[in-house]
């Protein structure tokens, strides 16, 4: 069964960046897809992010487009996620998922792994 861990959560002030981390727990295969989803208190999970197998392919939800950026280190087994000019309503907890099955990549009940989330938080 694979583990995702997340890391790199934290709090930062309105403007700042932070940059989040996924690796599996143990060895993961790197045919998936990888994914960020988001979720804010009261919400429910959002789509944020997703990158394909061999990072040829990106996709963004419009709110976080050209503030955000996927990447993978398939030689690491590390997804990251570099968040810039980040805002208060980024707030939320983040996930990382992955699959390897195909489907709408910004449903997450296609994804077959998830992390335990890391809190991000941004004060105004």
């Known amino acids: 069964q694979v583990q995702l861990v997340e890391s790199g959560g934290g709090l930062v002030q309105a403007g700042g960046s932070l940059r989040l981390s996924c690796a599996p727990s143990g060895r993961i295969d790197s045919a998936l897809t990888m994914g960020w989803f988001r979720q804010a208190p009261g919400k429910e999970r959002e789509f944020v992010t997703v990158i394909n197998r061999n990072g040829g392919y990106t996709g963004y939800a419009d709110s976080v487009k050209g503030r955000f950026t996927i990447s993978r280190d398939n030689a690491k087994n590390t997804v990251y996620l570099q968040m810039n000019a980040l805002k208060p309503e980024d707030t939320a907890v983040y996930y990382c998922?992955?699959?390897?099955?195909?489907?709408?990549?910004?449903?997450?009940?296609?994804?077959?792994?998830w992390g335990q989330g890391t809190q991000v938080t941004v004060s105004s």
């Open positions: 998922a992955a699959r390897s099955r195909g489907g709408i990549y910004s449903d997450p009940k296609t994804y077959d792994y």
